[in-house]
């Protein structure tokens, strides 16, 4: 792609990178009188925990500063880190970053991570007033609505994961996983009053990733999964006569276990809104960050990150 120089756009040029267990992505905004909007975007997908699933910090930061340095050859005058649940449910690592990078790293709370997934997902559009939308990350999830209420859950594919076993979980395990997200859902108190035929979800990558797979489709096609649809592709990871895991764990190690446990919150998540059909959809936080609604003031403690608010 050809590197967009300054001047060819006019107002300033920001890169917004978000910070994850299991990627890294980058959105260059480019601010104008009629607001911000995207220029370019690039992902990185890879391990950033050790072999004894901890967070390798310096990994972290180089694969950050990498960030930076494609940042400054597209000419931003600006780079602005944010972490989600990482950084919320860790305490002092957003001051280990700052002080391996040089540079202010913001924490994005829960609440503001569910404005900016459904400004993702709505685009500030005029929608039912049943509409509900999800978005499912490594460490938690938010659920959002047309009249505007927002839930943020510790209950991520990361998270998840860690209470299984194995590749895949067999059935009693995977009851258990079960049990821990519909108690986590029912602690945050995700439900719907009103009757949600279809929600819009976002996050849901591998899911998404492994449909397109089994359908032939292009990547850029929304995918659309009905109840019966989930349960199919559960029995297809179940069954290892069919030869999936290898593969999927080649194109990436942890594949497998995101998939399994993304179909796990994706079902559960469903229940809970009493949805029967779910539209995964590419949502980039980063795109929707510069509202200012949806980013950290610097004002705000660092303690607050431990909270999912």
């Given at each position: 792609?050809?590197?967009?120089?300054?001047?060819?756009?006019?107002?300033?040029?920001?890169?917004?990178?978000?910070?994850?267990?299991?990627?890294?992505?980058?959105?260059?905004?480019?601010?104008?009188?009629?607001?911000?909007?995207?220029?370019?975007?690039?992902?990185?997908?890879?391990?950033?925990?050790?072999?004894?699933?901890?967070?390798?910090?310096?990994?972290?930061?180089?694969?950050?500063?990498?960030?930076?340095?494609?940042?400054?050859?597209?000419?931003?005058?600006?780079?602005?880190?944010?972490?989600?649940?990482?950084?919320?449910?860790?305490?002092?690592?957003?001051?280990?970053?700052?002080?391996?990078?040089?540079?202010?790293?913001?924490?994005?709370?829960?609440?503001?991570?569910?404005?900016?997934?459904?400004?993702?997902?709505?685009?500030?559009?005029?929608?039912?007033?049943?509409?509900?939308?999800?978005?499912?990350?490594?460490?938690?999830?938010?659920?959002?609505?047309?009249?505007?209420?927002?839930?943020?859950?510790?209950?991520?594919?990361?998270?998840?994961?860690?209470?299984?076993?194995?590749?895949?979980?067999?059935?009693?395990?995977?009851?258990?996983?079960?049990?821990?997200?519909?108690?986590?859902?029912?602690?945050?108190?995700?439900?719907?009053?009103?009757?949600?035929?279809?929600?819009?979800?976002?996050?849901?990558?591998?899911?998404?990733?492994l449909a397109l797979l089994l359908c032939g489709a292009d990547q850029d096609t929304t995918v659309c999964l009905e109840s019966e649809n989930i349960r199919q592709l559960l029995f297809l990871l179940h069954n290892p006569s069919l030869n999936w895991l290898g593969p999927l764990q080649k194109?990436q190690p942890q594949l497998p276990q995101k998939i399994f446990c993304q179909l796990i919150i994706l079902q559960e998540a469903m229940r809970a809104l009493g949805a029967g059909q779910a539209a995964l959809r590419q949502v980039w936080l980063e795109d929707w960050l510069e509202k200012d609604?949806?980013?950290?003031?610097?004002?705000?403690?660092?303690?607050?990150?431990?909270?999912?608010?």
């Amino acid at each position: 792609m050809k590197l967009i120089k300054q001047g060819e756009q006019e107002g300033r040029r920001c890169a917004v990178v978000g910070l994850y267990t299991d990627r890294m992505a980058m959105s260059v905004m480019q601010r104008g009188e009629q607001g911000s909007f995207c220029l370019y975007r690039r992902q990185w997908e890879g391990e950033l925990l050790d072999q004894q699933g901890e967070l390798d910090v310096e990994r972290l930061a180089g694969v950050a500063d990498s960030f930076r340095r494609l940042a400054q050859k597209l000419c931003c005058e600006e780079v602005h880190f944010c972490g989600y649940g990482l950084l919320r449910y860790r305490q002092g690592l957003r001051e280990e970053l700052e002080q391996k990078l040089g540079c202010p790293v913001q924490v994005v709370s829960g609440l503001q991570q569910a404005r900016a997934a459904s400004l993702g997902l709505f685009g500030g559009q005029s929608v039912g007033r049943g509409a509900a939308g999800i978005y499912s990350g490594d460490l938690s999830t938010q659920f959002f609505g047309a009249v505007g209420w927002r839930q943020s859950v510790p209950l991520g594919w990361r998270a998840l994961w860690k209470q299984g076993e194995g590749l895949i979980p067999n059935r009693v395990q995977e009851e258990q996983l079960r049990r821990t997200a519909r108690e986590l859902l029912a602690r945050g108190g995700v439900h719907s009053d009103l009757p949600t035929p279809r929600i819009d979800a976002g996050g849901f990558d591998g899911v998404a990733r492994l449909a397109l797979l089994l359908c032939g489709a292009d990547q850029d096609t929304t995918v659309c999964l009905e109840s019966e649809n989930i349960r199919q592709l559960l029995f297809l990871l179940h069954n290892p006569s069919l030869n999936w895991l290898g593969p999927l764990q080649k194109a990436q190690p942890q594949l497998p276990q995101k998939i399994f446990c993304q179909l796990i919150i994706l079902q559960e998540a469903m229940r809970a809104l009493g949805a029967g059909q779910a539209a995964l959809r590419q949502v980039w936080l980063e795109d929707w960050l510069e509202k200012d609604d949806c980013r950290e003031k610097r004002g705000i403690p660092a303690g607050l990150a431990g909270a999912d608010l």
